[in-house]
C-alpha cells in the first residue's frame, strides 16, 4: 500500500489537475463517460499509479467514439446540482470560464428563444458535413480536445468521482464527513460501503484498504452498532463479488479478527439475527481467531448454539466448529454436558456411532487442539473487569472461585439459596437450585431463547421431575411454562403457569428422545400504553412453529424502576437427582452496552420449589 502511496505523490501538482477533469477544456486523455451522465477527462499518466485501474475502466467500460460532443452530455454543474452532490460542486470552481457562449446567461434572453439555437462554428471539431449531402468537399475544425480513449461507465457518478479524487489527490471526501443523527449514519454506512465496493471493482487498491481499515476501528464509534452490524454483514456477503483474490483474502482477514477484535463489537456481530445464516467455514474462522474478546473457552459453545438457532445446520458442520474449542480443566464439563445434551455421547462419555460425527472422537479426547491454549482475555475487556469487580463487592466469600471463569455477558446464575454456584449457559440443576438471568430486561423489545433439557443418567425421563422456565418479575411473581414428561415416551408437554392463576393451563405437547425435551421461549415486551400497563407476551415454538402464546401484564414501574423481567430455571420433584439445562439465546436478550449485571438475591430469596408444586396440585 505505501508503494501505490507514494506512487500518487511523484507526479507534483496532481491534486491542482483534480478539478480540471471536470472541464470541457481539460489537458486529460483519458475519458470516463458516466452512463446518462457528465464525462470526466483524466490523466493516463496520473491514473497509471494507481495500479490496476486503467485496465478495470477498459474491462468494464464500453469503448465510445473519442469526438465528445458537450451538446449532447450534462454539464457537471447542472447534473450535480440535480443529483444534489453538494461536496462536489465546490469543486466546479471557475468552471463556467471553460464553456461556450451559448450556455453562459448572457445569451440568453427573448433574442435567443426566437431565433433559436444555432451550431457555433467556430467549436472545436465543427463539421459542415450533412446527413443529405454527405462529407464530400467539407470542411471540419481540429479538435485539441480530441481524447486518446473514451469509455462508458455504469457507476454512480459520486462514487466514482470519490474514486478519482482519492487518485488525484490522495483523500476522499467522506472520511470527513460529520453525522448527527441516526439516517445520517445510515447514508453514511451504506455510501461507505458502495465505495468500498467500487474501489475493489476498478481496483483502486490504497483506498480499498484504508476502507477496510476504517471499518474495522472506526465505524463502530462514528456509525453506531447496528450500522456497523449492517455493514458487517453486507462486506461478507461481498466476498463472493470480489474481483481479485488477494482483495477477497484482506477482506475476509478483515471481517474475521479486526471487526470482531473489542468486546462491543463481536456482541454487535454475534447478537445479530444474521449470525446463524453465516455460512460454516466463515464462522470457523472466526472461531479460531486467536485474540477473539471471549471471557472463556464456552461462549464458543454458545456461538455454536446461536449459529445453529434454526436447528438446519449439518452434523458435520457442528463438529467442524466444535473443534474451534479449546477445553481447560474448568470448561471441559461444559463441552461434556453440552454433547450430552445434543445426544452425542453416552454416560461414559464414549461418542455415539451416528453419522455425521466423524471426528469428534478427537475433539472430545483434545487431540484436535493440542498446543492450543484455551483463550481467555478477560483482563482486557473493560466491561467484564467491571462485572468482575461488582462480583467480589456483592458477595465476598459466598462467591466461589469458579464461577470467575464463566461467560459474564449475557449468562444465567446458578443459585442454591442466596449462594452462586456457578454462571454460564450450561448447568446442572438440583433440588432446592435455581437457573436466574443475570441481567434485567427493562425494555420493549423481542428475544428467544433456546432451552435444552435432559436426564442423561437414564434412559427415559422420570415422570415426577417437572421444570419451570418463565419469568420473574417481583416477589412470589412468575410466569412461564411447567415442562415434563407424558406417559408416553418421547412425548413432553408444556404448560403455562403463573403466581396469579391456580392451576397450570392446558398443556400442548412436543416430541423429543427418551431423557430430551429442547424448545424455544419467545418473548415479546410490548410499549406502555397510556395507562401505564406493560402487554408481554411469552410463546413456546418448537421447530419454529408456535405451539402455545401466553400474554400477561405488569406494570410500567415494575419494569423500569422495579424488579423488572428475568429468565428463571427451576427444578421440581427432583429429590436427588439432577437435570442438564443449557440455554442460549437465539435472538436478542443480551444486557445493553452501559449496563452492569447486578448479583445478588432476586425474588423471594428462601423460595422453596414446592411452593410451586403447591399450584400445580
Not at 486518446?148 to 455504469?154: D, F, K, L, T, V
Request: net charge negative; proline share 4%.
Amino acid at each position: 500500500m505505501a508503494r501505490k502511496e507514494a506512487g500518487l505523490h511523484q507526479i507534483q501538482g496532481s491534486s491542482r489537475l483534480f478539478r480540471e477533469i471536470f472541464q470541457e477544456t481539460s489537458s486529460g486523455d483519458f475519458g470516463i463517460h458516466i452512463k446518462d451522465g457528465p464525462l470526466f477527462r483524466c490523466h493516463t499518466r496520473i491514473l497509471d499509479t494507481s495500479g490496476g485501474f486503467c485496465g478495470k475502466i477498459r474491462q468494464f467500460g464500453k469503448l465510445m467514439s473519442r469526438n465528445a460532443d458537450h451538446d449532447e452530455i450534462p454539464a457537471p454543474k447542472e447534473y450535480f446540482k440535480q443529483m444534489g452532490y453538494h461536496r462536489l460542486l465546490a469543486d466546479l470552481q471557475s468552471i463556467q470560464f471553460s464553456q461556450p457562449i451559448d450556455r453562459s446567461i448572457l445569451a440568453g434572453g427573448i433574442t435567443a428563444t426566437i431565433a433559436g439555437k444555432r451550431d457555433d462554428a467556430l467549436k472545436p471539431g465543427f463539421s459542415t458535413a450533412h446527413f443529405i449531402g454527405g462529407t464530400i468537399g467539407t470542411n471540419k475544425r481540429a479538435d485539441p480536445f480530441f481524447l486518446a480513449e473514451r469509455y462508458e461507465i455504469q457507476c454512480d457518478c459520486e462514487l466514482m468521482a470519490e474514486l478519482l479524487r482519492f487518485i488525484y489527490c490522495g483523500e476522499m471526501s467522506f472520511f470527513q464527513e460529520q453525522t448527527d443523527n441516526d439516517k445520517a449514519n445510515e447514508i453514511l454506512t451504506q455510501k461507505m460501503l458502495a465505495i468500498c465496493f467500487e474501489a475493489e471493482r476498478f481496483s483502486v487498491d490504497a483506498l480499498y484498504e484504508n476502507l477496510l481499515n476504517w471499518f474495522g476501528r472506526r465505524s463502530f464509534f462514528v456509525v453506531g452498532e447496528l450500522n456497523f452490524a449492517d455493514a458487517f454483514y453486507h462486506l461478507q456477503h461481498y466476498e463472493h463479488r470480489a474481483t481479485e483474490k488477494h482483495s477477497r483474502d484482506v477482506l475476509i482477514t478483515t471481517l474475521a479478527t479486526e471487526m470482531v477484535s473489542t468486546r462491543e463489537q463481536f456482541r454487535a456481530v454475534t447478537r445479530d439475527p444474521r449470525w446463524c445464516s453465516l455460512p460454516v467455514y466463515f464462522v470457523e474462522t472466526i472461531l479460531n481467531y486467536e485474540r477473539l474478546p471471549i471471557v472463556s473457552e464456552t461462549e464458543i459453545l454458545s456461538l455454536i448454539e446461536r449459529w445453529n438457532a434454526t436447528a438446519d445446520k449439518e452434523k458435520s458442520d457442528i463438529v467442524r466448529l466444535l473443534a474451534c474449542f479449546r477445553p481447560g480443566q474448568d470448561s471441559r464439563a461444559a463441552m461434556k454436558n453440552w454433547l450430552s445434551l445434543m445426544g452425542w455421547v453416552d454416560e461414559s462419555g464414549n461418542v455415539v456411532p451416528i453419522p455425521g460425527l466423524e471426528g469428534l472422537e478427537h475433539i472430545v479426547s483434545g487431540t484436535a487442539t493440542r498446543g492450543k491454549k484455551p483463550r481467555n482475555h478477560k483482563n482486557e475487556i473493560a466491561d467484564v473487569t467491571d462485572l468482575t469487580k461488582a462480583m467480589i463487592e456483592s458477595f465476598h466469600s459466598d462467591l466461589q472461585p469458579e464461577g470467575n471463569d464463566e461467560e459474564a455477558d449475557a449468562t444465567f446464575l446458578h443459585y442454591r439459596g442466596k449462594k452462586v454456584l456457578a454462571q454460564g449457559c450450561s448447568f446442572d440443576l438440583g433440588s432446592g437450585e435455581r437457573l436466574l438471568q443475570a441481567d434485567v430486561l427493562r425494555h420493549s423489545g423481542i428475544s428467544r431463547l433456546r432451552v435444552a433439557l435432559s436426564e442423561p443418567s437414564s434412559l427415559l425421563w422420570n415422570p415426577q421431575h417437572e421444570v419451570f422456565v418463565g419469568l420473574s418479575y417481583g416477589e412470589g411473581k412468575y410466569f412461564g411454562f411447567l415442562c415434563s414428561a407424558t406417559s408416553f415416551s418421547g412425548i413432553f408437554s408444556v404448560r403455562a403457569l403463573a403466581s396469579a392463576a391456580p392451576a397450570p393451563s392446558a398443556p400442548v405437547h412436543l416430541t423429543g428422545s427418551g431423557n430430551k425435551m429442547e424448545f424455544d421461549m419467545g418473548l415479546e415486551i410490548a410499549l406502555h400504553r397510556v395507562d401505564l400497563v406493560v402487554t408481554c407476551k411469552m410463546s413456546a415454538i418448537f421447530k419454529n412453529e408456535c405451539l402455545t402464546q401466553e400474554v400477561f401484564q405488569i406494570s410500567h414501574d415494575t419494569l423500569v424502576n422495579g424488579p423488572g423481567l428475568r429468565y428463571q430455571v427451576v427444578g421440581t420433584g427432583l429429590d436427588r437427582d439432577r437435570v442438564l439445562i443449557n440455554l442460549a439465546w437465539v435472538s436478542g436478550g443480551g444486557p445493553a452496552l452501559d449496563k452492569q449485571v447486578e448479583y445478588g438475591p432476586i425474588g423471594p430469596p428462601d423460595w422453596d420449589p414446592a411452593l410451586l408444586m403447591r399450584g400445580v396440585t
